[in-house]
């Protein structure tokens, strides 16, 4: 049974980078049959997508968040990363990770961490 | 880009079937999923393909999807059901491929 697991800050400043990390059990991240994403959810909001990665380093991005955001891959720690920089309140969220599967424009994410929510606040 | 169109909220009674749907453009040409997320919890995936249960969803919840709306359907609605209900598609119609999700629809047990 692969599970994800979020790690990070729960408070961050304003204008400052927010930075977490996800770490991957029963599974790899090395797999190259996933990649591994960053969904967010706002306090009584709905889900938006951040972005993915591959395990070569692949990424794909939202175009809304795209100029901030940075996703990244540790094979060797069995884990991804994400930067968010220049957060404002508007970033306060639900932050999860998890893993994309399906195949060829039928993506779906089939696995999900707890999430961890961020504030942005000083 | 594509936009997903969902009702917030529909209500049902115990034992009666709940419909949820999904609006897009020419959706039925994508393949739609479905998650539940219960308050407090991360989404789970009960719908992927159109109508394909993972391993471990109850039969009660069944999808299609045609023309220009997808519908999640729950039988036999049961009060553990009640909880926000996303679809999601990829949409690959513009210049950058996006993962898309609709807004979200609160199932209410009554």
């Known amino acids: 049974q692969v599970q994800l697991q979020e790690s990070g800050p729960g408070l961050v400043k304003p204008s400052e980078t927010l930075s977490l990390t996800c770490t991957v059990s029963g599974g790899s991240v090395s797999s190259g049959s996933y990649y591994w994403s960053w969904i967010r959810q706002p306090p009584g909001k709905g889900l938006e997508w951040i972005g993915y990665?591959?395990?070569?380093?692949?990424?794909n991005y939202n175009p809304s968040l795209k100029s901030r955001v940075t996703i990244s891959v540790d094979t060797s720690k069995n884990q991804f990363s994400l930067k968010l920089s220049s957060v404002t309140a508007a970033d306060t969220a639900v932050y999860y990770c998890a893993r994309r599967a399906g195949t060829t424009e039928a993506y779906y994410f089939d696995y999900w961490g707890q999430g961890t929510l961020v504030t942005v606040s000083s | 880009s594509y936009v997903l169109t969902q009702p917030p909220s529909v209500s049902v009674a115990p034992g009666k079937t709940a419909r949820i749907t999904c609006g897009g453009n020419n959706i039925g040409s994508k393949s739609v999923h479905w998650y539940q997320q219960k308050p407090g919890q991360a989404p789970v995936l009960v719908i992927y393909y159109d109508s394909d249960r993972p391993s471990g969803i109850p039969e009660r919840f069944s999808g299609s999807n045609s023309g220009n709306t997808a519908t999640l359907t729950i039988s036999r609605v049961e009060a553990g059901d009640e909880a926000d209900y996303y679809c999601q598609v990829w949409d690959s119609s513009s210049d950058h491929p996006n993962v898309v999700f609709g807004g979200g629809t609160k199932l209410t047990v009554l």
């Open positions: 990665i591959y395990y070569s380093g692949s990424t």
